[in-house]
């Protein structure tokens, strides 16, 4: 049983993902009115998937420690989620576009960034229950 | 990208917007003007938008959030009304004066979808709020 497991490292790229992602909407809310602008997104999905199959260490030496063993070989492998690159933004089919190219709907964009910021603060608390937990593991039970 | 660039695209749609209402409410206030600097009638006007991508501040790559802008404000040449009016100062030999080519339902109907599209951009700056405090939650 590890301590530093993977649930730090999965929360802080998701919170990473839907900052990112409320830029992106933000944006589709500020061009509501620019001709030919497209509605775009994050992709969400592929930039979790990205991050979880990047995440954790291999061992390039036997001298190392082993990766799946060790608090300290987990804990540092968990530090790449914070250098990951930006996640991919695509453009998405929103509604038919008006008479100047215009993409963006607005009940889809709200909808959409009403649900990222409840995500955001789901993450956010996961992110202080995990470190309620080892607060209270750190002082014997008395935290 | 940071808590602010999603502040600075909202705040960019925000002044966008106000740049259209100001717009719409001259093309309202000079619908029956007849005289300009530049000579003849009031002539409507139109801001131009236009998507700017955002820029991650250390890098200066784009970060792909896009802001906005108003990239021009274009003049509506269109033709404006004529109206028989042989007493006005500016009608023309035949009696007629030409007015401004606003059309004031077309304007108040752009006011309308403007301050709807300021309400979204402010409710965008509203959640980014909420969701910074959340961040800054973690670990409280």
Redesign the interface.
């Given at each position: 049983m590890r301590i530093f497991d993977e649930t730090l490292t999965r929360v802080e790229r998701s919170?990473?993902v839907?900052?990112?992602r409320?830029?992106?909407?933000?944006?589709?809310?500020?061009?509501?009115?620019?001709?030919g602008?497209k509605q775009?997104d994050?992709d969400f999905v592929a930039a979790m998937g990205a991050a979880l199959d990047g995440q954790g260490v291999s061992r390039t030496d036997a001298r190392h420690f082993d990766a799946e063993g060790g608090a300290l070989a987990v804990g540092v492998g968990g530090t790449t989620a914070g250098d990951a690159a930006?996640?991919?933004?695509i453009e998405v089919g929103g509604s038919t576009p008006s008479l100047d190219g215009n993409g963006v709907d607005?009940d889809q964009?709200?909808a959409a960034?009403?649900e990222?910021?409840l995500q955001?603060?789901a993450n956010?608390?996961a992110?202080?229950k995990k470190?309620g937990i080892l607060r209270y593991v750190a002082s014997d039970g008395n935290g | 990208?940071?808590?602010f660039?999603?502040l600075h695209?909202?705040g960019?749609?925000l002044s966008?917007?106000r740049a259209?209402v100001n717009i719409a409410t001259s093309n309202l206030a000079n619908a029956e003007t007849t005289r300009t600097a530049a000579g003849g009638p009031y002539k409507r006007l139109d801001p131009?938008?236009?998507?700017v991508a955002?820029e991650?501040p250390q890098s200066g790559e784009p970060?792909?959030?896009?802001?906005?802008r108003v990239s021009q404000v274009a003049v509506d040449n269109t033709p404006g009304r004529r109206v028989y009016s042989p007493g006005h100062p500016d009608a023309d030999p035949d009696g007629f004066v030409a007015l401004p080519n606003v059309n004031p339902i077309h304007e108040v109907v752009n006011l309308m979808?403007?301050s709807?599209?300021y309400e979204?951009?402010a409710?965008?700056v509203e959640?980014?709020k909420?969701?910074a405090q959340?961040?800054l939650?973690?670990?409280?």
């Open positions: 919170l990473d839907r900052l990112q409320h830029g992106v909407l933000a944006g589709n809310l500020a061009n509501i009115d620019t001709p602008y775009r994050v930006p996640a991919r933004v607005l964009t709200m960034l009403a990222n910021g955001y603060g956010a608390r992110a202080s470190l | 990208m940071d808590f660039t999603a695209v909202s960019s749609g966008a917007e259209r131009v938008f236009e998507a955002m991650v970060d792909g959030a896009m802001g906005v979808s403007a709807r599209a979204a951009n409710s965008a959640t980014i909420t969701m959340r961040g939650d973690i670990a409280r």
